[in-house]
């Protein structure tokens, strides 16, 4: 899920105005439901990657923690 979303992110950066918006309000929905099922990562600071995504500081169970 996390490499999807990057890549969902990328192309919310490149879309035009309007597709953005559109392609935006579902991406919010599907992020609503991620951050309902996950718990914010409390080292996410001290990892030495660091991401600057919100997603990639969540914790996740089964697959999805990739």
């Known amino acids: 899920m996390r ?5 969902l ?3 919310l950066q490149q879309l035009p ?5 559109e392609l935006r309000r579902h ?3 599907l992020d609503d439901t991620y951050r309902a099922r996950t718990l ?5 600071d001290r ?3 660091r991401s ?4 990639r500081r969540r914790l ?3 697959r999805d923690s990739g």
Do not use: I
């Open 40 to 44: 914010p990562d409390p080292f996410a």
């Open 17 to 21: 105005a309007r597709a953005r918006g």
């Open 52 to 55: 600057d995504r919100w997603w």
């Open 9 to 11: 992110a990328d192309v």
């Open 60 to 62: 996740a169970a089964g």
């Open 27 to 29: 991406v919010a929905r």
């Open 47 to 49: 990892r030495p990657w």
């Open 3 to 7: 490499h999807a979303r990057d890549v």
